[in-house]
Nanobody, 124 residues
Framework: QVQLVESGGGLVQAGGSQRLSCAAS????????MGWFRQAPGKEREFAAA????????LYADSVKGRFTISRDNAKNTVYLQMNSLKPEDTAVYYC?????????????????WGQGTRVTVSS
């Protein structure tokens, strides 16, 4: 069992930056692929970024490519999402997710564990 706890959300102005963290429990964290998803008000949850167990492979949604960076520190059991050049349309609850295999994936159903989410609000 893996527990995920996100932090780092808050209010930020458009054009600003924010870094989200996701702390994971469990010894198997380093073998899990990780992902970040987001859900805007009134919309379905959508994929944002994913990272393989080693960190060597990453994948981003077109809407965040070039602005967001996903990374991990396996020694700290933590995955990060660095968000730059934020836009009002990035406003959402951001969720961290883990899957019990090494490879990355973009579908929410491919992930086995989820955090509770952290809210990011980007003001114009």
């Amino acid at each position: 069992q893996v527990q995920l706890v996100e932090s780092g959300g808050g209010l930020v102005q458009a054009g600003g930056s924010q870094r989200l963290s996701c702390a994971a429990s469990g010894r198997a964290f380093s073998r899990y692929a990780m992902g970040w998803f987001r859900q805007a008000p009134g919309k379905e949850r959508e994929f944002a970024a994913a990272l393989s167990w080693s960190g060597a492979s990453t994948l981003y949604a077109d809407s965040v490519k070039g602005r967001f960076t996903i990374s991990r520190d396996n020694a700290k059991n933590t995955v990060y999402l660095q968000m730059n050049s934020l836009k009002p349309e990035d406003t959402a609850v951001y969720y961290c997710a883990a899957r019990r295999v090494a490879g990355i994936a973009t579908g929410a159903t491919e992930y086995d564990y989820w955090g509770q989410g952290t809210r990011v609000t980007v003001s114009s």
